[in-house]
Nanobody
Framework: QVQLVESGGGLVHAGGSLRLSCAASGHTFSEYFMAWFRQSPGKEREFLGRSTKSGAITYVADSVKGRFTIARDNTKNTGYLLMISLKPEDTALYYC????????????????WGQGTQVTVSS
């Protein structure tokens, strides 16, 4: 099975940018669909975007469209979440997820998760 480790989170001012990385190990990353989610205290885990196994097709949720981009580099076994124009409401713990079954929108569609990386956006 694949192991995932997110990195790149931190404290940023509103309007700033961050690039989160998701490093995969233990199995061939290109065999997995990939997605990004986030969760704030007291809220459900929110879907942000997904990528097909090759990365040729990506989809970003309407709530972050135009500001967030999903990408992956299978040669580096790494997925990315590129975020611009960050807002205080983007503050959350960000997770990458991988799965073999379906490239869905729900957390239950993915079997493997990282530990998360915290993003805090100050106003």
């Amino acid at each position: 099975q694949v192991q995932l480790v997110e990195s790149g989170g931190g404290l940023v001012h509103a309007g700033g940018s961050l690039r989160l990385s998701c490093a995969a190990s233990g199995h061939t990353f290109s065999e997995y669909f990939m997605a990004w989610f986030r969760q704030s205290p007291g809220k459900e885990r929110e879907f942000l975007g997904r990528s097909t196994k090759s990365g040729a097709i990506t989809y970003v949720a309407d709530s972050v469209k135009g500001r967030f981009t999903i990408a992956r580099d299978n040669t580096k076994n790494t997925g990315y979440l590129l975020m611009i124009s960050l807002k205080p409401e983007d503050t959350a713990l960000y997770y990458c997820a991988a799965g073999e079954r379906v490239n869905g929108l729900r957390p239950s569609d993915y079997d493997y998760w990282g530990q998360g990386t915290q993003v805090t956006v100050s106003s």
